[in-house]
């Protein structure tokens, strides 16, 4: 083996990292909204957003390579725009993750915003704070486990990807070869040293993140309860 | 392991294994995924023609890795079949008789099967090697984990071509396509081992024979590869 590749190390966190702020932005008014609405349209939305639960990354993979395509709902007016194709792009697989992790996302946040304080929301609001003031003042930091808790999974779901990956992405070297892939293709190719190096780094680096953002969390928890 | 030994390892049918049975025989058989149609109508004319009972499952095993762990039958491996490569786009038209398209053609993406863990796709890119477009077709290359994930990048216009198997191609139809001249790449044999556990397994053998035979051959050509 000569040196390791850790190219889609690289590739993997900017993907991770890509797909998790994308989905706080698109998220985090989704989760308000079916925390807070009657609509009647607020379950099968409840049941859409939870799909990628229940079906498997092939599934959703081969509707996304459909999608994507150079004919695709999606992929026809990225090339009319970009003049590039959508599928075996990075853009193309930063969709495909918000796809994939966003019930990760959106449930957290929905489940936060659904156990916030309504009365110190609208006392905020009486003493004169904007909405947007309101929000960042007064629901953000009630919801900030939540929200951690929604960047964690999003941000570990989709550095773990791969089935999703494997079906769109094209396995292009510094472009979409992630991590899952790459490991892949060392045990296919019966590398197993080079697999064994690129799982423990994955390993190591997986566990550093989870431990860090678990022990900020205890930390915020514990001065939540002596404040 | 150098790319030509993998082609020449190369899997397929794998396991041929003896269940135990009085009268009718039945036999049991592991199969590649790109051979599993082919197999299925194999199956069912040998069955009507021995009696014996075929199962068939799907999954594939190096049948020379079998051969040296002991687990198959010492020099019962043998090439069943030849698989051949072909350059094909689902849009009649694109693709040339000749190949030239992969010189001249204005296309964004080339599907080929990862040359490191498929033998069509190492066998894709002894051509593209031959042809000297290997280095310079490299930025549009995209590259499926089998040669099933290479056949659906083409088949669903993610990519405008591809180097698929001519099974695939012969099974869709339509399109058009540009079957690859066997001395641009190394033969991609598919091979099949009789196991220890089916060595005194009749129906086993007969299969084995069915297989050998011009009646077997007619339904393997007839699917797309070559017999040797």
């Given at each position: 083996?000569?040196?390791?590749d850790?190219?889609?190390?690289?590739l993997t966190i900017?993907?991770?990292v890509l797909t998790?702020?994308?989905?706080?932005?698109?998220?985090?008014p989704?989760?308000?909204?079916l925390?807070?609405?009657?609509?009647r349209?607020?379950?099968p939305?409840?049941?859409?957003?939870?799909?990628?639960l229940?079906?498997?990354?092939?599934?959703l993979?081969?509707?996304?390579?459909?999608?994507l395509g150079?004919?695709?709902?999606?992929?026809a007016?990225w090339?009319?725009?970009?003049?590039?194709?959508?599928a075996f792009?990075f853009?193309?697989?930063?969709v495909?993750?918000?796809?994939y992790?966003?019930?990760?996302?959106?449930?957290p946040?929905?489940?936060?915003?659904?156990?916030l304080?309504?009365?110190?929301?609208?006392?905020s609001w009486?003493?004169?704070?904007?909405?947007?003031?309101?929000f960042?003042?007064?629901?953000?930091?009630?919801a900030?486990?939540?929200?951690?808790?929604a960047?964690?999974?999003?941000?570990?779901?989709?550095?773990?990807?791969?089935?999703?990956?494997?079906?769109?992405g094209g396995n292009?070297?510094g472009?979409?070869q992630?991590?899952?892939?790459?490991i892949?293709?060392?045990?296919?190719?019966m590398?197993?040293?080079a697999a064994e190096?690129?799982?423990?780094g994955l390993?190591?680096?997986s566990?550093?993140?989870l431990f860090v953002?678990?022990?900020?969390n205890?930390r915020?928890?514990?001065?939540?309860a002596?404040? | 392991?150098?790319?030509?030994?993998?082609?020449?390892s190369f899997v397929f049918i794998?396991?041929?294994?003896?269940?135990?049975?009085a009268?009718?025989g039945?036999v049991r058989?592991?199969v590649?995924?790109n051979?599993?149609?082919?197999m299925?109508?194999?199956?069912?004319a040998f069955e009507k023609s021995?009696?014996?009972?075929?199962?068939?499952?799907?999954?594939e095993?190096?049948?020379k890795a079998?051969?040296?762990a002991?687990?198959?039958v010492?020099?019962?491996?043998?090439?069943?079949?030849v698989?051949?490569?072909v350059?094909w786009s689902?849009?009649?038209?694109v693709?040339?008789?000749?190949?030239?398209?992969?010189?001249h053609?204005?296309?964004?993406?080339?599907a080929?099967a990862n040359?490191?863990?498929a033998p069509?796709?190492?066998?894709?890119r002894q051509?593209?090697?031959?042809?000297?477009?290997w280095?310079?077709?490299?930025?549009?290359?995209?590259r499926?984990?089998?040669?099933a994930?290479?056949h659906?990048?083409?088949a669903t216009d993610?990519?405008?071509?591809?180097?698929?198997?001519?099974?695939?191609?012969?099974?869709?139809?339509?399109?058009?396509?540009w079957?690859v001249?066997?001395a641009?790449?190394?033969p991609?044999?598919q091979?099949a081992?009789?196991?220890v556990r089916?060595k005194?397994?009749?129906a086993?053998?007969a299969?084995?024979?069915?297989?050998?035979s011009?009646?077997?051959a007619?339904?393997?050509?007839?699917?797309g590869y070559?017999?040797?």
């Amino acid at each position: 083996m000569d040196g390791l590749d850790l190219q889609p190390v690289w590739l993997t966190i900017q993907l991770a990292v890509l797909t998790t702020s994308v989905l706080l932005v698109v998220g985090t008014p989704l989760a308000w909204w079916l925390a807070h609405t009657r609509s009647r349209f607020k379950v099968p939305l409840e049941a859409v957003t939870a799909l990628p639960l229940v079906l498997p990354p092939t599934v959703l993979g081969f509707y996304l390579l459909i999608l994507l395509g150079a004919n695709g709902t999606l992929g026809a007016p990225w090339q009319a725009l970009t003049g590039q194709p959508l599928a075996f792009s990075f853009a193309g697989l930063v969709v495909a993750s918000c796809v994939y992790s966003l019930p990760f996302v959106v449930q957290p946040l929905q489940a936060a915003f659904e156990g916030l304080d309504r009365y110190a929301i609208e006392a905020s609001w009486t003493l004169g704070a904007s909405r947007s003031r309101s929000f960042l003042t007064v629901v953000l930091p009630q919801a900030r486990r939540g929200l951690l808790t929604a960047i964690v999974l999003g941000f570990a779901h989709t550095m773990g990807e791969f089935g999703v990956v494997l079906m769109v992405g094209g396995n292009i070297p510094g472009r979409t070869q992630v991590v899952s892939i790459a490991i892949f293709e060392h045990v296919e190719a019966m590398d197993y040293a080079a697999a064994e190096q690129l799982s423990i780094g994955l390993l190591i680096l997986s566990f550093a993140v989870l431990f860090v953002v678990y022990g900020v969390n205890r930390r915020w928890h514990a001065k939540a309860a002596t404040a | 392991m150098k790319l030509d030994k993998w082609i020449k390892s190369f899997v397929f049918i794998a396991a041929l294994i003896g269940v135990g049975q009085a009268r009718a025989g039945e036999v049991r058989v592991a199969v590649a995924a790109n051979f599993t149609a082919a197999m299925k109508e194999i199956a069912a004319a040998f069955e009507k023609s021995s009696g014996h009972h075929v199962v068939l499952s799907f999954g594939e095993r190096r049948p020379k890795a079998l051969e040296s762990a002991g687990t198959a039958v010492a020099r019962s491996r043998f090439t069943y079949a030849v698989g051949k490569l072909v350059l094909w786009s689902p849009k009649p038209g694109v693709v040339d008789d000749k190949g030239e398209v992969l010189k001249h053609g204005k296309f964004a993406r080339l599907a080929i099967a990862n040359p490191r863990t498929a033998p069509y796709g190492a066998a894709a890119r002894q051509v593209l090697e031959h042809l000297k477009l290997w280095d310079s077709l490299q930025p549009r290359i995209v590259r499926g984990e089998s040669i099933a994930q290479t056949h659906q990048f083409v088949a669903t216009d993610n990519a405008e071509l591809g180097f698929v198997a001519l099974s695939q191609v012969m099974k869709t139809g339509g399109g058009s396509s540009w079957i690859v001249p066997q001395a641009l790449y190394t033969p991609i044999r598919q091979q099949a081992v009789l196991l220890v556990r089916g060595k005194d397994n009749t129906a086993a053998h007969a299969l084995i024979a069915y297989l050998k035979s011009d009646a077997g051959a007619v339904v393997i050509k007839r699917f797309g590869y070559g017999t040797e």
